[in-house]
């Protein structure tokens, strides 16, 4: 298994960032996926799955403002995240159940 994130950055607050995983070594389409982040200084906290069927689900802290997505054929998750805050800051993993992680993307927040 094999997870790659993409598309942190740095950001001011109230813009927007599209983060991507690139998925490899099992069957996409058959899994669900999740993102997941760790502020700095905190342990790292769920924000939000899709399953098989599209079913989404997120974090009370991100609900309305963040959104996740997939494409089955590219083996890819998204999530698109706008109205960012500082508190939003953190290294963003993409993850396949609670065993496999991607390595991390930093995304800050600040102006």
């Known amino acids: 298994v094999q997870l790659v994130e993409s598309g942190g950055g740095l950001v001011q607050p109230g813009g927007s960032l599209r983060l991507s995983c690139a998925a490899s070594?099992?069957?996409?389409?058959?899994?669900?996926m999740g993102w997941a982040r760790q502020p700095p200084g905190k342990g790292p906290e769920w924000v939000s799955s899709?399953?098989?069927?599209?079913?989404?689900v997120y974090a009370d802290s991100v609900k309305g403002r963040f959104t996740i997505s997939r494409d089955n054929a590219k083996n890819t998750v998204y999530l698109q995240m706008n109205s960012l805050k500082p508190e939003d800051t953190a290294v963003y993993y993409c993850?396949?159940?609670?065993?496999?992680w991607g390595q991390g993307t930093q995304v800050t927040v600040s102006s």
């Open positions: 993850n396949l159940g609670a065993y496999y």
């Open positions: 899709i399953y098989t069927s599209g079913t989404t």
């Open positions: 070594g099992f069957t996409f389409s058959s899994r669900a």
